[in-house]
């Protein structure tokens, strides 16, 4: 199958930060192709509402603004999928594809092809913990919609290894259904940089939604053992989200000053401008198989390596075992002691820094979301 053929709806829910949802579209841009681009807010993020644009020859032709963003979650999710519905049914042209990013996404798109206004559908599987919800009526719906998706798709796009091979397990999916679509990083975005003014810093980087499974509290608390032991080590972090206030108060509670700076949400350009001149990135995940990254491909390590900072990295993603193995930084464990000694040596050993940086550029060329996407469309046939 190839996208500039083929009319395709793309249907996802989103947050400020940039993930495969984003990608996909600037993948479908770039490919020329003719699509329809539907995004869905998630309640904690600060986006206004669901919209619908489309896009033909690489641009945006009109738009169709949808329902504002609400701070039910589970009614919002009715709002979108009934939105998905109403906006395919609407289109006067056949959609030759429908990629529906998480299982609410790729039901619509099943109902829409039953009802004839779509050829086939994909699911793409972005995120997968063996326990989405406590509340267990909400964790049945989430369990029925996401089987019902992965037995009535015509393909599905797993995130990752881990992904798929739960899911084939689970739903016993044939072979060639199932295609490992991995995170990518757009790599021609990346500035260059130089390794002396890398080494001349102790600069951290953390990038990220700032939820409370993202770790961020444990380094907060880290810094000031840290600074005792690589002086002018700084924390920047980047991004938004529920538990930034939190994390403000907790680093104005420890008086850690202009060793902790929040710089707030970057758009992508200015990302891949400005992390690549700092040291370090951070990923420091909590320990728990229930955590979103212990299955997925996290889009943030890649993107630090593709811009040249090793990473300290909980061993929680699969990609921890490449950062130990090669080494492109260090592996540690979620606890005060072992991230501060993980911390202090990328920030202090310059040699041992020198040869993850050059590892983490090598390992990192093949992470190009033009060359993945490509692939998956070809599988398709």
Known sequence: MKPENTFIIEAGHVTEVYGPVQALKNYLIAEKAEFVYITHPFSYS????????????GAVVSARAGHKRGNNQVLQWFGDMYFNIKFGLSLKKKAGLFIGIDNLNAMTGIFLKWMGKVEKTAYYIIDHTPRRFKNPVLNW????????????????????ERIAD??????KIKPGRNIVVP???ELDRVDKFTVAEKTAKKTMVLMSMLD??????LLIDSMKDISARAPGAQLLIIGTGPYEQNLKDQAKSLGLGESVKFLGLMDHDALFKFIPHERVGLAPYMDDKNNYSYYADPTKPKEYLACGLPVVITGVPWIAAEVEKRPMGVVCRYEKESLVEACVRILN????????????????????WNVIYTRAFEKMG
């Open 212 to 217: 409370e499974t993202k770790g961020v509290q």
């Open 46 to 57: 600060k986006l206004d509402g669901t919209k619908a644009e489309f896009f033909q020859g």
């Open 349 to 368: 050993d310059d040699a041992f820094y020198g040869l993850c940086l050059k590892n983490a550029v090598e390992f990192a060329a093949g992470f190009d």
């Open 166 to 171: 739960v899911k084939n397990k689970k739903y």
């Open 183 to 185: 995170v990518g990083v």
């Open 141 to 160: 719906f989430y369990e029925s919609v996401d089987k019902f998706a992965c037995e009535q798709s015509d393909y599905i796009w797993s995130l990752s």
